[in-house]
């Protein structure tokens, strides 16, 4: 919904990006990419890096008697051709 009121407020405005990107694959931004109205969501894990920022926050107040392992989360860069691949096959 945010997306496609953005859109229309920017056509509005006759303002058209070269580049459309969102944020997060989520249920909002799932029609939008597969009618080619995004260029690319980039999708992370955000709960992840809150724990890794949290970690590390504790690591370096001394509030952990060990280092703890951080993961590291990876960035994923959907398109409108590997989503709906995503569909067909999921």
Do not use: C, W
């Amino acid at each position: 919904m945010i997306i496609k009121t953005l859109q229309m407020t920017l056509e509005h405005y006759g303002l058209m990006p070269d580049v459309f990107v969102a944020h997060d694959q989520d249920q909002d931004n799932r029609s939008p990419i597969l009618d080619q109205r995004l260029d690319f969501i980039l999708h992370l894990d955000l709960q992840s890096d809150i724990n890794s920022a949290f970690i590390a926050f504790l690591t370096y107040r001394q509030f952990l008697t060990k280092p703890m392992d951080m993961l590291i989360s990876t960035v994923q860069v959907l398109t409108p051709k590997n989503v709906a691949l995503q569909i067909r096959s999921g």
